[in-house]
């Protein structure tokens, strides 16, 4: 069997399979499984990824990496294996890798006197992206955030996991999911009201 390869297009208006349907079908067919379980989480992947890295190419990246290691993980269709948790957790740690490394790019580059034409660029391409599903303004909000509070409200608002599967993929107690949601959440109000985004 070949590498997998990602591509990103409209998903059908079909509903998608369970994760034990998915886990179910690779006892028959492990290709057919990870097909399957590609089409339900490959947007979903790269809208994450898209939320804290603000780069469509690297969201790309990160969302073909996270299913060339699924692909590996020998785990993943095990009964008691959590799929989605594994998928999202592999992709934030991706994210946070790149946006430390694209911050100490960054700094050397500012000190250079080099990056504002190229970050203007950027920043308009996603916030294309981003102004299908939210404004402009809040999407400005969402990245002026700490990373971790940015992850938490995506991952519950955006991707709509449970506070389980939150602590699942960030790998806390629920507990700590829940004030860290809180504090997210206090945090992004204090920003829309200074923001004037009523």
């Known amino acids: 069997?070949?590498?997998?390869?990602?591509?990103?297009?409209?998903?059908?208006?079909?509903?998608?399979?369970?994760?034990?349907?998915?886990?179910?079908?690779?006892?028959?067919?492990?290709?057919?499984?990870?097909?399957?379980?590609?089409?339900?989480?490959?947007?979903?992947?790269?809208?994450?990824?898209?939320?804290?890295?603000?780069?469509?190419?690297?969201?790309?990246?990160?969302?073909?990496?996270?299913?060339?290691?699924?692909?590996?993980?020998?785990?993943?269709?095990?009964?008691?294996?959590?799929?989605?948790?594994?998928?999202?957790?592999?992709?934030?740690?991706?994210c946070y890798n790149i946006v430390r490394d694209r911050q100490r790019r960054g700094s050397i580059l500012n000190r250079l006197g080099k990056q504002e034409t190229a970050l203007k660029v950027h920043h308009n391409a996603i916030d294309a992206v981003l102004d299908r599903e939210q404004s402009d303004e809040m999407a400005r909000h969402l990245a002026r955030l700490s990373p971790e509070h940015r992850t938490i409200l995506v991952l519950r608002y955006y991707d709509d996991l449970s506070y389980q599967e939150i602590a699942d993929t960030l790998q806390v107690k629920l507990g700590t999911v829940m004030s860290r949601l809180s504090r997210a959440k206090v945090r992004l109000h204090q920003l829309v009201v200074d923001g004037g985004l009523r």
């Not at 409209?10 to 492990?30: G, N, Q, V």
């Open 1 to 94: 069997m070949g590498q997998p390869r990602l591509k990103l297009v409209p998903e059908p208006e079909t509903s998608s399979p369970s994760d034990d349907s998915i886990k179910a079908l690779a006892a028959e067919s492990h290709e057919q499984a990870f097909n399957q379980l590609v089409l339900k989480y490959r947007q979903r992947i790269y809208r994450h990824a898209l939320y804290i890295t603000k780069d469509s190419q690297e969201a790309f990246d990160v969302a073909q990496d996270v299913f060339v290691r699924a692909y590996h993980e020998g785990r993943l269709f095990s009964e008691d294996f959590q799929m989605k948790a594994w998928l999202y957790r592999v992709c934030t740690n991706r």
